[in-house]
Protein backbone atom coordinates (compact mmCIF):
# COMPACT_ATOMS: atom_id res chain seq x y z
CA UNK A 1 0.00 0.00 0.00
CA UNK A 2 1.42 3.68 -1.24
CA UNK A 3 2.31 6.06 1.78
CA UNK A 4 0.26 8.64 -0.06
CA UNK A 5 -1.93 9.10 -3.48
CA UNK A 6 -1.17 10.56 -6.48
CA UNK A 7 -3.12 12.80 -7.81
CA UNK A 8 -2.53 14.54 -11.10
CA UNK A 9 -3.42 17.78 -11.85
CA UNK A 10 -4.84 19.15 -15.45
CA UNK A 11 -4.73 22.78 -15.80
CA UNK A 12 -7.27 24.45 -18.21
CA UNK A 13 -6.96 28.49 -17.30
CA UNK A 14 -10.16 30.34 -15.66
CA UNK A 15 -9.83 32.87 -13.13
CA UNK A 16 -8.12 30.59 -10.68
CA UNK A 17 -5.02 31.08 -13.00
CA UNK A 18 -6.44 34.51 -13.33
CA UNK A 19 -4.21 37.71 -12.78
CA UNK A 20 -4.87 41.28 -12.04
CA UNK A 21 -2.87 44.49 -11.71
CA UNK A 22 -4.71 45.11 -7.92
CA UNK A 23 -5.74 43.04 -5.56
CA UNK A 24 -9.00 45.04 -5.35
CA UNK A 25 -9.74 45.66 -9.22
CA UNK A 26 -12.56 43.91 -10.76
CA UNK A 27 -10.78 43.29 -13.97
CA UNK A 28 -8.27 40.57 -14.74
CA UNK A 29 -6.55 38.19 -17.24
CA UNK A 30 -8.48 34.61 -16.67
CA UNK A 31 -6.09 31.47 -17.52
CA UNK A 32 -2.46 34.01 -16.78
CA UNK A 33 -0.73 31.68 -14.55
CA UNK A 34 0.83 28.16 -15.33
CA UNK A 35 -0.09 24.80 -13.49
CA UNK A 36 3.09 25.06 -11.86
CA UNK A 37 2.25 28.58 -10.22
CA UNK A 38 -0.77 27.47 -8.79
CA UNK A 39 0.88 24.58 -7.34
CA UNK A 40 3.34 26.67 -5.70
CA UNK A 41 1.33 29.07 -4.14
CA UNK A 42 -0.34 26.12 -2.19
CA UNK A 43 2.36 24.02 -0.66
CA UNK A 44 0.30 22.23 1.80
CA UNK A 45 -1.13 20.52 -1.24
CA UNK A 46 2.05 18.00 -0.65
CA UNK A 47 0.57 17.01 2.84
CA UNK A 48 -2.12 15.56 1.02
CA UNK A 49 -0.52 13.81 -2.18
CA UNK A 50 2.38 13.34 -4.53
CA UNK A 51 1.42 15.76 -7.48
CA UNK A 52 1.99 15.58 -10.94
CA UNK A 53 1.15 18.68 -13.17
CA UNK A 54 -0.06 18.94 -17.29
CA UNK A 55 -1.49 22.81 -18.89
CA UNK A 56 -3.74 21.15 -21.23
CA UNK A 57 -5.14 24.64 -21.99
CA UNK A 58 -4.84 28.59 -20.44
CA UNK A 59 -8.15 30.13 -21.79
CA UNK A 60 -11.18 31.76 -19.68
CA UNK A 61 -13.81 28.69 -19.95
CA UNK A 62 -16.37 30.68 -22.26
CA UNK A 63 -13.41 29.72 -24.41
CA UNK A 64 -13.57 25.87 -24.31
CA UNK A 65 -14.23 24.06 -27.10
CA UNK A 66 -15.30 20.48 -28.45
CA UNK A 67 -11.21 20.09 -29.13
CA UNK A 68 -10.29 20.66 -25.62
CA UNK A 69 -13.13 18.53 -23.91
CA UNK A 70 -11.94 15.54 -26.23
CA UNK A 71 -8.17 16.46 -25.04
CA UNK A 72 -8.89 16.66 -22.05
CA UNK A 73 -11.17 12.71 -21.98
CA UNK A 74 -8.23 11.25 -23.82
CA UNK A 75 -5.62 12.55 -21.12
CA UNK A 76 -8.05 11.37 -18.26
CA UNK A 77 -8.64 8.13 -19.65
CA UNK A 78 -4.79 7.51 -20.19
CA UNK A 79 -3.37 8.73 -16.89
CA UNK A 80 -6.43 6.87 -14.85
CA UNK A 81 -5.61 3.45 -16.45
CA UNK A 82 -2.54 3.86 -14.79
CA UNK A 83 -2.24 1.97 -11.11
CA UNK A 84 -0.01 4.57 -10.09
CA UNK A 85 -2.60 7.45 -10.67
CA UNK A 86 -5.47 7.27 -7.76
CA UNK A 87 -7.31 10.83 -8.77
CA UNK A 88 -7.44 13.84 -11.30
CA UNK A 89 -7.74 17.30 -10.85
CA UNK A 90 -9.07 19.48 -13.69
CA UNK A 91 -8.61 23.28 -13.06
CA UNK A 92 -11.42 24.96 -14.55
CA UNK A 93 -13.12 28.44 -15.30
CA UNK A 94 -16.23 28.62 -13.43
CA UNK A 95 -18.46 29.85 -16.18
CA UNK A 96 -18.93 25.92 -18.53
CA UNK A 97 -17.12 23.57 -15.66
CA UNK A 98 -20.94 22.35 -15.48
CA UNK A 99 -20.38 21.24 -19.08
CA UNK A 100 -17.17 20.31 -18.64
CA UNK A 101 -17.83 18.18 -16.17
CA UNK A 102 -20.81 16.58 -17.27
CA UNK A 103 -19.35 15.65 -20.62
CA UNK A 104 -16.43 13.88 -18.61
CA UNK A 105 -19.06 12.25 -16.73
CA UNK A 106 -20.23 10.89 -19.62
CA UNK A 107 -17.24 9.42 -21.85
CA UNK A 108 -14.24 8.85 -19.37
CA UNK A 109 -14.85 5.38 -18.04
CA UNK A 110 -12.90 5.08 -14.28
CA UNK A 111 -13.83 4.64 -11.13
CA UNK A 112 -11.08 7.05 -9.99
CA UNK A 113 -12.15 10.11 -8.67
CA UNK A 114 -12.24 13.38 -11.28
CA UNK A 115 -12.79 16.30 -9.66
CA UNK A 116 -12.95 19.45 -11.47
CA UNK A 117 -12.35 22.57 -9.29
CA UNK A 118 -12.21 26.78 -9.90
CA UNK A 119 -12.57 29.92 -8.37
CA UNK A 120 -14.07 33.01 -8.76
CA UNK A 121 -11.38 35.53 -7.52
CA UNK A 122 -8.20 36.18 -9.59
CA UNK A 123 -4.97 34.20 -7.71
CA UNK A 124 -3.90 38.23 -6.98
CA UNK A 125 -7.40 39.11 -5.43
CA UNK A 126 -7.73 40.24 -1.57
CA UNK A 127 -9.21 36.64 0.11
CA UNK A 128 -8.61 34.56 -3.38
CA UNK A 129 -10.73 31.49 -3.37
CA UNK A 130 -8.38 29.21 -5.79
CA UNK A 131 -5.58 27.75 -3.41
CA UNK A 132 -8.46 26.51 -0.23
CA UNK A 133 -10.61 25.09 -3.80
CA UNK A 134 -7.45 23.31 -5.01
CA UNK A 135 -6.66 22.35 -1.82
CA UNK A 136 -9.69 20.61 -1.05
CA UNK A 137 -9.97 19.51 -4.58
CA UNK A 138 -6.79 17.37 -4.46
CA UNK A 139 -8.14 16.28 -1.20
CA UNK A 140 -11.05 14.70 -2.34
CA UNK A 141 -9.19 13.38 -5.86
CA UNK A 142 -7.00 11.47 -3.43
CA UNK A 143 -9.78 10.12 -1.19
CA UNK A 144 -10.78 6.30 -1.68
CA UNK A 145 -14.38 7.12 -0.51
CA UNK A 146 -14.74 9.05 -3.81
CA UNK A 147 -14.23 6.58 -5.76
CA UNK A 148 -17.16 5.63 -7.78
CA UNK A 149 -19.26 8.91 -7.58
CA UNK A 150 -18.34 10.22 -11.35
CA UNK A 151 -16.88 13.07 -11.97
CA UNK A 152 -17.64 15.42 -9.04
CA UNK A 153 -17.02 19.54 -8.90
CA UNK A 154 -15.23 21.10 -5.74
CA UNK A 155 -15.83 24.53 -4.64
CA UNK A 156 -16.52 26.69 -1.31
CA UNK A 157 -16.14 23.68 0.57
CA UNK A 158 -19.28 21.90 -1.12
CA UNK A 159 -18.61 18.86 -3.58
CA UNK A 160 -20.96 18.24 -6.28
CA UNK A 161 -22.28 15.92 -8.73
CA UNK A 162 -21.64 16.69 -12.24
CA UNK A 163 -25.15 16.41 -13.69
CA UNK A 164 -26.87 18.67 -10.83
CA UNK A 165 -24.02 21.81 -10.28
CA UNK A 166 -24.75 24.62 -12.04
CA UNK A 167 -23.24 28.23 -12.05
CA UNK A 168 -25.46 30.36 -10.17
CA UNK A 169 -24.44 33.82 -9.92
CA UNK A 170 -21.57 35.96 -11.71
CA UNK A 171 -19.29 37.20 -9.08
CA UNK A 172 -20.04 35.51 -6.02
CA UNK A 173 -17.62 32.83 -4.43
CA UNK A 174 -20.36 30.35 -4.01
CA UNK A 175 -21.65 30.64 -7.13
CA UNK A 176 -21.56 26.67 -7.97
CA UNK A 177 -24.84 25.13 -6.59
CA UNK A 178 -26.73 21.84 -6.73
CA UNK A 179 -30.39 23.52 -7.03
CA UNK A 180 -33.31 21.15 -6.14
CA UNK A 181 -30.92 17.97 -6.07
CA UNK A 182 -28.52 18.55 -2.58
CA UNK A 183 -24.97 18.04 -2.74
CA UNK A 184 -22.62 15.17 -3.22
CA UNK A 185 -20.64 15.82 0.39
CA UNK A 186 -18.73 18.73 1.90
CA UNK A 187 -14.77 19.02 2.11
CA UNK A 188 -13.70 21.26 4.97
CA UNK A 189 -10.03 22.04 4.71
CA UNK A 190 -8.71 18.60 2.93
CA UNK A 191 -11.67 16.87 5.12
CA UNK A 192 -14.39 15.57 2.85
CA UNK A 193 -17.87 13.75 3.67
CA UNK A 194 -20.24 12.57 1.80
CA UNK A 195 -23.88 12.11 1.62
CA UNK A 196 -24.60 10.41 -1.30
CA UNK A 197 -23.80 8.99 -4.74
CA UNK A 198 -24.89 10.31 -7.71
CA UNK A 199 -28.09 7.80 -9.07
CA UNK A 200 -27.66 8.44 -12.74
CA UNK A 201 -25.40 6.32 -14.40
CA UNK A 202 -22.00 7.77 -15.22
CA UNK A 203 -18.50 6.78 -16.16
CA UNK A 204 -18.10 3.05 -16.74
CA UNK A 205 -22.00 2.81 -17.08
CA UNK A 206 -22.22 4.93 -19.97
CA UNK A 207 -21.94 4.11 -24.25
CA UNK A 208 -20.50 7.05 -25.18
CA UNK A 209 -17.12 6.56 -27.24
CA UNK A 210 -15.22 9.08 -28.19
CA UNK A 211 -11.63 7.72 -28.14
CA UNK A 212 -11.82 8.14 -31.98
CA UNK A 213 -13.57 10.98 -32.55
CA UNK A 214 -12.13 14.34 -33.73
CA UNK A 215 -15.07 16.57 -33.20
CA UNK A 216 -18.62 16.37 -31.83
CA UNK A 217 -21.78 17.26 -33.66
CA UNK A 218 -23.11 20.57 -34.16
CA UNK A 219 -26.01 21.16 -31.55
CA UNK A 220 -27.41 24.49 -31.19
CA UNK A 221 -29.18 26.20 -27.76
CA UNK A 222 -31.66 28.61 -28.96
CA UNK A 223 -33.44 30.95 -26.18
CA UNK A 224 -37.16 30.91 -26.13
CA UNK A 225 -38.93 34.48 -25.05
CA UNK A 226 -42.00 36.75 -25.56
CA UNK A 227 -42.92 37.64 -29.23
CA UNK A 228 -40.55 34.61 -30.16
CA UNK A 229 -40.71 33.89 -34.11
CA UNK A 230 -39.33 31.04 -35.83
CA UNK A 231 -35.83 32.70 -37.36
CA UNK A 232 -33.51 31.89 -35.18
CA UNK A 233 -34.39 27.90 -35.27
CA UNK A 234 -34.86 28.12 -39.53
CA UNK A 235 -30.83 29.86 -38.32
CA UNK A 236 -29.74 26.94 -36.38
CA UNK A 237 -30.79 24.94 -39.53
CA UNK A 238 -29.51 26.42 -42.02
CA UNK A 239 -26.49 27.07 -40.52
CA UNK A 240 -26.18 23.05 -40.44
CA UNK A 241 -27.08 21.97 -37.18
CA UNK A 242 -27.42 18.38 -36.62
CA UNK A 243 -29.32 19.16 -33.41
CA UNK A 244 -31.10 22.11 -31.88
CA UNK A 245 -32.14 22.18 -28.05
CA UNK A 246 -34.33 24.66 -26.84
CA UNK A 247 -33.98 26.90 -23.54
CA UNK A 248 -37.85 27.06 -23.69
CA UNK A 249 -40.33 28.83 -21.41
CA UNK A 250 -41.96 27.05 -18.35
CA UNK A 251 -42.16 23.56 -19.19
CA UNK A 252 -40.14 24.10 -22.47
CA UNK A 253 -42.94 25.60 -24.25
CA UNK A 254 -42.36 27.90 -27.16
CA UNK A 255 -44.15 30.51 -29.35
CA UNK A 256 -46.68 29.34 -32.07
CA UNK A 257 -44.63 30.49 -34.75
CA UNK A 258 -41.24 29.16 -32.72
CA UNK A 259 -42.87 25.67 -32.61
CA UNK A 260 -43.88 25.41 -36.10
CA UNK A 261 -40.40 25.97 -37.49
CA UNK A 262 -39.04 23.79 -34.61
CA UNK A 263 -41.59 21.06 -35.94
CA UNK A 264 -40.14 22.00 -39.85
CA UNK A 265 -36.86 20.73 -37.99
CA UNK A 266 -37.45 18.22 -36.65
CA UNK A 267 -39.57 16.86 -40.28
CA UNK A 268 -35.84 17.52 -41.91
CA UNK A 269 -33.96 15.16 -39.51
CA UNK A 270 -32.79 17.78 -37.14
CA UNK A 271 -33.00 16.32 -33.59
CA UNK A 272 -34.57 18.57 -31.41
CA UNK A 273 -34.76 18.62 -27.88
CA UNK A 274 -37.06 21.00 -25.27
CA UNK A 275 -35.11 21.95 -22.34
CA UNK A 276 -36.19 24.76 -20.13
CA UNK A 277 -34.89 28.26 -19.57
CA UNK A 278 -36.08 28.08 -15.67
CA UNK A 279 -33.12 27.08 -13.24
CA UNK A 280 -34.88 24.15 -11.82
CA UNK A 281 -37.76 21.42 -13.08
CA UNK A 282 -38.78 18.95 -15.26
CA UNK A 283 -39.61 18.79 -18.92
CA UNK A 284 -41.89 16.20 -19.22
CA UNK A 285 -43.19 14.83 -22.74
CA UNK A 286 -46.61 15.93 -23.88
CA UNK A 287 -47.54 17.92 -21.41
CA UNK A 288 -48.77 21.60 -23.40
CA UNK A 289 -46.62 20.01 -26.58
CA UNK A 290 -47.38 16.70 -28.66
CA UNK A 291 -44.12 15.59 -28.81
CA UNK A 292 -45.04 12.53 -30.20
CA UNK A 293 -46.80 14.11 -33.26
CA UNK A 294 -43.83 16.82 -33.74
CA UNK A 295 -41.45 14.33 -33.32
CA UNK A 296 -39.50 15.91 -30.16
CA UNK A 297 -37.56 14.96 -27.40
CA UNK A 298 -37.70 16.49 -23.80
CA UNK A 299 -34.83 17.18 -21.94
CA UNK A 300 -36.47 15.83 -18.54
CA UNK A 301 -34.25 17.90 -15.82
CA UNK A 302 -31.34 18.38 -17.93
CA UNK A 303 -30.32 22.17 -18.53
CA UNK A 304 -30.14 23.51 -21.96
CA UNK A 305 -26.29 23.28 -21.97
CA UNK A 306 -26.08 20.17 -20.33
CA UNK A 307 -29.15 18.79 -22.76
CA UNK A 308 -26.46 20.06 -25.53
CA UNK A 309 -23.70 17.77 -24.22
CA UNK A 310 -26.05 14.84 -23.77
CA UNK A 311 -27.27 15.46 -27.79
CA UNK A 312 -24.07 16.24 -28.70
CA UNK A 313 -22.66 12.45 -27.58
CA UNK A 314 -26.31 10.33 -28.60
CA UNK A 315 -25.66 11.68 -32.30
CA UNK A 316 -22.44 10.42 -32.61
CA UNK A 317 -24.75 7.01 -32.95
CA UNK A 318 -27.59 6.31 -34.76
CA UNK A 319 -30.78 5.83 -32.89
CA UNK A 320 -34.36 6.75 -33.09
CA UNK A 321 -36.36 9.07 -31.27
CA UNK A 322 -37.72 6.61 -29.20
CA UNK A 323 -33.90 5.49 -28.39
CA UNK A 324 -33.22 9.08 -28.02
CA UNK A 325 -35.80 10.01 -25.61
CA UNK A 326 -34.96 6.80 -23.54
CA UNK A 327 -30.76 8.19 -23.33
CA UNK A 328 -32.25 11.64 -21.91
CA UNK A 329 -34.36 9.12 -19.18
CA UNK A 330 -31.30 7.53 -18.63
CA UNK A 331 -28.37 10.08 -18.28
N1 LIG B 1 -14.73 33.76 -17.38
C1 LIG B 1 -14.21 33.08 -16.22
C2 LIG B 1 -13.99 31.61 -16.61
O1 LIG B 1 -14.88 30.82 -16.64
C3 LIG B 1 -15.18 33.24 -15.11
C4 LIG B 1 -14.76 33.05 -13.74
C5 LIG B 1 -14.01 31.78 -13.44
O2 LIG B 1 -12.99 31.42 -13.95
O3 LIG B 1 -14.47 31.10 -12.59
O4 LIG B 1 -12.89 31.28 -16.90
Given at each position: MKER?????LATGGTIAGA????????YTSGSLSVDALLDAVPELGELA??????????????ITDAIWLALAARVTELTARDEVDGI????????????????NLVVRTPKPIVLTGAMRPASALSADGPLNL??????????KARGKGVLV??????????????ANTTVVDTLQSPGRGLI???HFGEPRYFRGPVRPHAEATPFEVAAIEALPRVEVVYAHAGMDGKM??????????????????SGNLSSPAMEALTAAAAAGVVCVRSTRLPTGFVARNVETDDDERGLIAACDLSPQKARVLLQLCLLGEHSLAELQELFLRY
Open positions: ALVAISPSATGASELSSEQIAAIGSQDVITSGTDTIEETAFFLYNAVAVAADPVANDKIHGARSVVKGTVIEAAVANGARGIVIAGVG
